[in-house]
């Protein structure tokens, strides 16, 4: 016996998404087949009227169901700061921080020559538009501490420091809590160029 | 600021999935997100009408989308043997072999009293309605052999070996391939007890 269709069907969807191989997908898909028709619903509805809702805040490019994400629409937000982030997962990460109180600029990914990601394929022009309207007193860069993060962040300060703005990129150094025996070569160096009078 | 009210949701449903954690789905409602439309249109078609497409065959309880599943349908399949198996996947993997011809019983589930699952709870009735109707010359027992499967077929096994058909149960022994140095105890000592003169 075959795979039924529809299970075939669901395998093949399920597994594009990333961290879920073929396996998994099948085991997912077996699973959706014996829930409550109910249920399907409901997870159905939620991914696609979801999906539907979301949009880009037309300001900073973060996730939004409006024009404007919840961010950029408050006026106690400090406009003077933006923070430019690879994608909307890191917006959420540094306001759990509750320490800053700027703004954001969503890049929807960063510069990946290899495969085949340049400026014009995340949002730079958007960026530059922006601060073109409105200068901030200062673009903080925190894309991550990987390659591409740092290729991107080199090209972004390129760009904005002719403007005079203050361009500044996030410290790296030691996690909290990490014991220096178990750090990184890389993550020791920029600790130690990085250290600060105390 | 708060996660956006539709990845909340998104977030909720996926959560509900075997295997798929807060952490997970999270990532996969982000990603969701960020798909395009169509592919989101696709993913979310493929689960509804997917499920509501899939029903029980009316014979054997396996996955269909017709009356009859696959097997149940082919006349070709001998049916003097019925073979009982958990769930629909288990009647994949027993496919897989190419080597058993006969029809399949799916239980949808194993007798699980800690978990509240007792006889009436999975197709213990329609197994046995079956066999009221037309006495097949051999039942094959083919739950796992975990404490559920075997529970379960000891509890089919006295239900109905009464009745003159002759009851099997799956060998247990040294899966092929795996050295005997290791194999857990119980596994040896079922193959030992399983001996079969060469």
Known sequence: MEQLEPISRMVAELSHLPGIGQKTAQRLAYHIASMPLEEVRNLAT???????????????????????????????????????VRDPRDVIAMERMHDYHGLYHVLH?????????????IHIKELMDRIEKEPPDEIILATSPDIEGEATATYLARLIKPKGIRV??????????????????VTLSKAMSGRTAM
């Open 46 to 84: 939620a991914l696609w009227q979801g999906r539907k809702s979301i949009r880009y805040c037309e300001v900073c490019g973060n996730y939004t169901v409006s024009e404007q994400c919840e961010i950029c629409s408050r006026s106690e937000r400090h406009n003077g700061q933006i923070c430019v």
């Open 109 to 121: 990914g960063t510069l990946s020559p290899l495969d085949g990601i340049g400026p014009n394929d």
């Open 168 to 185: 500044t990129r996030i410290a790296h150094g030691l996690p909290v809590g990490l014991d220096i025996e178990y750090a990184d070569e």
